[in-house]
């Protein structure tokens, strides 16, 4: 059966001397596996160009059930990203976004309304003009709601302390369960009013930056499991140093 969906690029690994895999989370299919052939020549060279991380595509694909790797019969350029593929920072940006993608999202089955805020989110870091340094933040705050694991800011008060396993705000320091300190926990409160509108006007200091990042992490890692480690981290902590 073929069909016509749109995607958004992982990453893409080796998968023998003749056909690389290519994981796209696409609008109509979630998550899938693609096989594409390894090459040297010109024609290779543009395919790898078009499957950059974190790249729109319109795809013309094979659905067979039951196989593990599926097949393209055509791609194209959904929405053109050239400042993400031609600046270091966004460039930057991207890979760690689609390292975290590649380890959150699973799922095999449409989600269209996440499919969207990541597409929207993809297209805004290629056009934005202020406030790049808080994007990644922004985007991952935004994205809990999607996941379905949006802390609850409900019981919150001035020297709360925030309980990471629950996703809630409690007065006394949990005795098991991972949590935030009054200060990071204020800090969390101050992310959740965050929004791609107004994230240029929130001023962190190069250490906090990186902290927050390293928390928000640690607070995916605890409710979605299988996360592992990601290596793409250090370069934003580099990049924004």
């Known amino acids: 059966m ?6 958004i690029v992982l990453y893409t690994i080796p998968y023998n001397d003749t056909l690389s895999v290519v994981h796209i989370f696409t609008e109509k299919y979630g998550r899938v596996s693609y096989t594409l052939p390894r090459g040297t020549g010109r024609t290779a060279k543009m395919a790898r160009a078009l499957y950059m991380p974190l790249s729109l595509l319109e795809l013309d694909i094979e659905v067979r059930s039951g196989r593990e790797m599926q097949r393209i019969r055509e791609a194209h350029t959904w929405i053109p990203l050239p400042r993400i593929q031609g600046d270091p920072i966004r460039t930057s940006l991207a890979m760690f976004l689609s390292e975290f993608l590649g380890s959150t999202l699973r799922s095999s089955e449409s989600q269209p309304d996440l499919f969207a805020y990541i597409a ?3 297209h805004l870091l290629d056009r934005l003009e202020v406030g790049l340094g808080n994007f990644h933040l922004c985007f991952l705050v935004g994205l809990t709601s999607y996941m379905g694991i ?4 409900d019981d919150y008060c001035r020297g709360a302390y925030f309980d990471m396993q629950e996703g809630i705000f409690v007065g006394i320091r949990p005795i098991i369960n991972p949590s935030l300190p009054p200060i990071e926990a204020a800090f969390m409160v101050k992310l959740l009013r965050m929004t791609y509108s107004n994230m240029h006007k929130f001023k962190f200091a190069r250490n906090e930056r990186a902290v927050i990042l390293d928390r928000i992490i640690t607070y995916y890692n605890l409710h979605l499991s299988g996360m592992g480690q990601l290596s793409s981290p250090a370069i934003l902590h580099a990049i924004f140093d």
Request: hydrophobic share 10%.
């Open 120 to 122: 929207r989110s993809i």
């Open 150 to 153: 949006t802390p609850n800011t």
């Open 2 to 7: 073929y069909e016509k969906t749109r995607g």
